[in-house]
């Protein structure tokens, strides 16, 4: 499912947050939003899953504005894996990502042996197999994490939104969470921190500041010492991997003399 | 800790149902063999004829049993709605009377007692009951109006909303009894809010009975809504669920369904917050099982704690909500120290 955002402004209380954003996620890519904290990232992801509401422009969903479809009917093509999870009440892990299926079924509707296959596969893609009778209560914060990410999964959507999903994570599971949904080769977009990784997992990136697209294209074309500089206020040199050339950040911290320059 | 599994649970719950109603009903100022109590009743029940004229017959089918099953309604209903409460707040503290209904029940009995049906014309007529009633719906509508009001509805504000007007339900019920309250009206406000089944008749039965079987049966098909509420209103939004309408709906299933419980019974407190917790010890958070579970403990532990209300002083009738708070606290404790049962991660 692709989406597409056409002016879109968010006011959170009298204060205005997003300022006129146009942007898309087409072609089963995946699209990279970065900035800093305080960007309106957020904001404008909560706006796509109908948690806010836009106060100017529309949000499309394959060329039908959100606010024409059934909350139910978007939920079955489009997830969501957000920052915090609050799990107050002890469900199993198989519990928490069968929810994943709600959408796909009808109120009294029993879950399939199809839906137990989905789930089972979720578990599976998201290392959690052995996990599946654990209680939520029970895991740490990086496991929650992968667990809301089996239910993303299980929803079987073609258009996933991520709010920075590896933000409690270690470094092998951000590169393992971020490659399941790479190879899921749906629609994402994606609240990321870390450059780097950004810079190698998405197809196309938009740097937004203070609630506006600063820039916005493909990795290799916006992640500059000049734009990292303007948005996020540091110095640093980038370095290419000399196996991979994958992109390689090096921050300099303020005061201290870059390196040769002087 | 390992859960058992759904039927065995559902199915030892039964027989222990079973077991406690032939308890309930064979103790009291006149004993009766429990064997002499399951004859009349399955006696009764079937309209056969067992034994011909046992003399405990009527003291069985006219008092005791009337009272037992009032206890299974009474107990079933504050449980469901305890759990359904949970469910829509995300909160593992809250009850059904969070909605300000035991207050707003409160202060209409209160006005009742203290300023005698007659003064309150049509309502007057139609006792306590109908005063308490009207005191709690009221109460529930201020309650989720406030918590509405100009914005979406949030947890924090509905809890907020709900401590607001209980307190001024509550102070506005003991300033009318400050002010025009006598000994023998404050004693019987005061029994009125400790709660009590005695009142229970065949008759008095039918109001209860029904609500509870409605809202139960509705409530049980509603297990991924509330399965997704408890997920926290985004993750709920984005499963595909429309959080604030169901939100409301299930908000007046359980105003209308606990503001009738309270003006049969009067304020039983704790049921409609521990049961669910000892529920969810047994089975999980899953409402597909839990709603089924938390109706059956709560109609057990209510009708064995109305059996000791009754039973522990001879001749005296001490007020039930004693002994929900009395033999509930100690358990709730036990189950909130044994480290199996985390109902919160915090």
């Excluded at chain 1, 904001?43 to 024409?68: E, F, M």
Aim: charged fraction near 15%; hydrophobic fraction near 50%; include cysteine.
């Amino acid at each position: 499912m692709d989406l597409r955002l056409d002016g879109v402004e968010i006011d959170i209380g009298t204060k205005k947050i997003i300022h006129g954003i146009d942007l898309s996620v087409l072609q089963n890519s995946f699209v990279a939003l970065l900035g800093p904290n305080g960007s309106g990232k957020s904001t404008l992801l909560k706006a796509i899953y109908r948690v806010l509401r836009p106060s100017q422009g529309v949000i499309y969903l394959n060329d039908l504005s959100i606010d024409q479809i059934p909350v139910r009917k978007i939920a079955q093509n489009l997830s969501v894996v957000s920052q915090f999870q609050s799990n107050h009440f002890d469900f199993t892990v198989e519990e928490v990502v069968m929810m994943g299926r709600t959408p796909h079924l009808k109120k009294l509707e029993k879950e399939s042996k199809k839906d137990y296959e989905i789930v089972e596969d979720a578990l599976h893609k998201t290392g959690l197999s052995e996990y599946k009778n654990r209680n939520i209560l029970s895991l740490s914060g990086g496991e929650k994490q992968r667990v809301a990410l089996a239910r993303a999964i299980a929803q079987c959507p073609s258009l996933m939104i991520l709010d920075e999903p590896s933000n409690h994570l270690d470094i092998k599971y951000q590169l393992e969470i971020l490659s399941i949904i790479k190879n899921l080769n749906i629609n994402v977009l994606a609240a990321l921190h870390d450059i780097t990784l950004a810079a190698q997992f998405s197809d196309y990136i938009y740097f937004l500041k203070e609630g506006e697209v600063v820039c916005h294209g493909i990795p290799e074309k916006v992640i500059t010492k000049e734009t990292l500089k303007e948005i996020y206020e540091v110095d640093c040199e980038i370095f290419h991997d000399p196996r991979t050339k994958s992109m390689c950040i090096s921050y300099y911290r303020k005061g201290v003399m870059i390196g040769g320059a002087t | 800790m390992k859960k058992m599994s759904f039927p065995i649970t559902i199915a030892c719950l039964f027989i222990l149902l079973i077991l406690t109603v032939g308890i309930c009903v064979s103790v009291g100022t006149m004993k009766i063999p429990i064997l002499e109590t399951y004859t009349v009743l399955i006696e009764k029940i079937f309209q056969l004829e067992l034994v011909a004229n046992s003399t405990a017959s009527g003291v069985i089918w006219q008092i005791r049993f009337p009272r037992v099953l009032m206890g299974i309604v009474i107990g079933a209903g504050l449980a469901l709605c305890g759990v359904v409460m949970q469910a829509i707040v995300q909160n593992p503290l809250a009850d059904p009377y969070l909605l300000g209904i035991s207050s707003g029940g409160y202060l209409g009995a209160t006005l009742f007692i203290i300023l005698g049906g007659s003064s309150l014309g049509f309502l007057g007529a139609m006792g306590i009951s109908a005063t308490a009633f009207l005191g709690a719906l009221a109460a529930a509508v201020a309650v989720l109006t406030l918590a509405s009001y100009k914005s979406n509805m949030t947890t924090t504000k509905l809890i907020l909303s709900g401590t607001i007007i209980n307190a001024a339900c509550t102070a506005a019920a003991n300033f009318v009894m400050a002010i025009s309250g006598t000994d023998s009206t404050i004693a019987r406000i005061t029994f009125w809010t400790m709660g009590s089944l005695s009142s229970a008749k065949w008759e008095s039965l039918l109001v209860p009975l029904c609500a509870v079987v409605m809202a139960s049966t509705f409530l049980m098909t509603q297990y991924r809504p509330l399965n997704a509420m408890l997920q926290g209103d985004e993750t709920a939004i984005t499963l595909g669920i429309n959080i604030h309408f169901y939100r409301r709906l299930y908000m007046v299933v359980v105003a209308l369904l606990t503001g009738i419980l309270v003006s049969t019974t009067g304020i039983i407190g704790f049921v409609g917050l521990i049961i669910p917790h000892i529920a969810r010890a047994l089975i999980g958070a899953n409402h597909r099982r839990l709603i089924p579970v938390s109706i059956l403990t709560g109609a057990i532990f209510l009708t064995g704690v109305d059996a000791l209300a009754r039973t522990i002083i001879e001749n005296v009738e001490l007020p039930i909500g004693i002994f929900t708070a009395l033999v509930g606290a100690p358990f709730f404790a036990y189950i909130m120290i044994k480290k199996s049962y985390n109902f919160s991660n915090e």
